[in-house]
């Protein structure tokens, strides 16, 4: 396989950008070698500079659940293109987008967009201090919100694969204001809460932790940790930039029957376009500016164009309800991959999956269970055995997200054909 363009614009730009790159798991720190440069991508595949073809299981870290240039975003955004492309005053888009999603999703009775998913929990935990004149926040161990300071402490993402949990940078104050929780440990949480509920304006979680591995939650945890959060007057703050309209068009709270207080979303909700939203309760949210005191504002906010793919990404969601399919598909698929892996490796593989997510534990999950429900659970041999297997994949035109603690998504389009392709590869995968 050809890289030697990729390598020569990854040189250029390490001397331009931190680590050549705008966002650090790309940079291929966490398996080593030179990140490829995406010259473009259609349906499930992408295509380097290079002339290199790969199935992409990436898919954008998860936005794209119908591929690359689905037909129906590609006509909505280019008939936008033709209206002007920001006009930073009111317009009808957002309000079409705002009232898909409240019409279906009866716990976001109101909701505010953002251009990312770091913004919607930055501004959901604004909103949530000023409701209840509490300061302290619950996170779970693993969890990943965005890089916002407060919940850049013990996240996942990018920073599961660097050496220190935490960022520089994060004042010890703020950082101070976080509470962090194990997974799926319901004493644990029950303990903190107990002794600090009081003080505790918002629980944050993501009900599918998918930034640290997919760290399968159970709904007894999930059911209990929501009861306990209301006994002590705390909000419950869902986290689904990635499981809503993936999972299910209403993400884990419509699969839990959970109603969250307030409900982040991005990703899917923009159609691969730079969108993030945040909603929930109407007299949360009226607390907003301009309606309320909380201020929160954006240039780019509501931008026509992302709005547009939005709803092409949504109203399709709607008409097709591909979700049964989906799940299907990506349930074979894991078997499948959970048998190929477990041919080729000197090791206990387990697929974890849920919906079209799945994660590869490369080793015995240390649980009573079988299954990784925490961070401790995972295997210490997962980064450098998922670094043999990510590379025999890409070799073969494979791309799966650069770390091992990252998720692969499957789409609408991902073919037959290319799943059995990917089949032989792992089998063909040979560790030292
Ligand atoms: N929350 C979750 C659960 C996420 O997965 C992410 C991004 N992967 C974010 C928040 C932050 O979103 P963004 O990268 O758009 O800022």
Redesign the pocket.
Known sequence: MKTEKSEALFARAKKVAPGGVH?PVRGFRGVGGTPRFIESAQGSELLDVDGNRYIDFCMS??PLIFGHQDGDVAEAVKSAMTRGWTYGAAEPYSLELAELMTSHIPWVEKVRFVN??????MSALRVARAATGRHKVVKFDG?????LDSLLVRAG?GLAEMASPDSAGVPPHVAADTLVVPLNDLDAFRKVMDEHGHEVCVVAI?PLP??NGLLLQTGEFLCEMASITRKHGALLLF?????GFRVAFGGMAELTKIKPDLV?Y??IIGGGF?V?AYGGRADLMDLVAPAGPVYQAGTLSGNPVAMSAGIATLKKLLRENPYARLEEKTRVFAERVQKAAQKSAPFPVQVQRFSSLMWTVMGAPKSRDGLARSLPEIPEEQKARFATLFHALLSQGVYLAPSGFEVSFLSTVHTDEQLDRVIAAIEGARYE
């Open positions: 966002s870290w998860g990312s998913g770091t913004e919607a929990v969890c990943y919100h965005g890089h993402s993501e998918a930034n986290d689904e930039v990635i499981s982040c991005g990703k730079p993030g």
